[in-house]
């Protein structure tokens, strides 16, 4: 399980917390929603959440492990693998091949294993033709796509997409949601969304709604989006057929 108990979280010369006793429980199963408004507190969660940025109140705990504890970060890197809306700031190899061997070869994989995760992997987020060309050549779209293998090949327990298919086209983004859920539910990892977008929400078996750093809202994501008006209180986007009036409230 991935806890937060009771986190704060101040950004250095800043005047208030950005999360604020913050508590939620992301199962280590199944595919977790996170809305909320801008500056709600969404990515700085999700930077917490593999000990990028270690609490300055409470504590966030993976798998039984402390993050703000030295001994366990490199421990909980592998566990939490995080995906950015950006993805240039992940980047480290010249070849899209490389970028995805990189953490392999970090952990000691033999060769023949890491060609057929690589080649594999390539295949899967059709990036074969891209394997020899530089991940910063591409376009922001193919440049998602490397990040997400990047990541996936490395099989977290948490999979974290703050944001991160907000590059892609919608055929490209259901794709990659696709992929990622079923492999939640088929494998026995659990997924985070951090989104803005209500359609990728209702793929979560659970969605939390944050607002001034903690959790206003929780529940079943069909349950939650029937209350338009709360949610447009809240600054968080709602489906269509809310809109509409079609939820039935």
Known sequence: MLEFSDVDYRYPNSGENVLQRLSLQIP??????????NGSGKSTAALCMNALLLPTGGVVRVNGMSTAEPRNVASVRKSVGVVFQNP???FTSLTVERELAFGLENIGMGQQEMKERVDECLRMFGLERDR??????LSGGEKQRVALAAVMIMNPDYLILDEATSLLAPLARKTILDHVTMLARTSGRAVVLITQFPLEAMLADHLLILCHGHVELEGQPSMLFRDGTRLRQLGVPIPLSTRLGFDGS
Do not use: R
Not at 29 to 37: N, S
Not at 132 to 137: D, E, G, W, Y
């Open 28 to 37: 280590d199963q199944g595919v977790t929603a996170i809305m909320g408004a």
């Open 132 to 137: 020899k060309i530089a991940p910063s050549l």
């Open 88 to 90: 240039d700031s992940q």
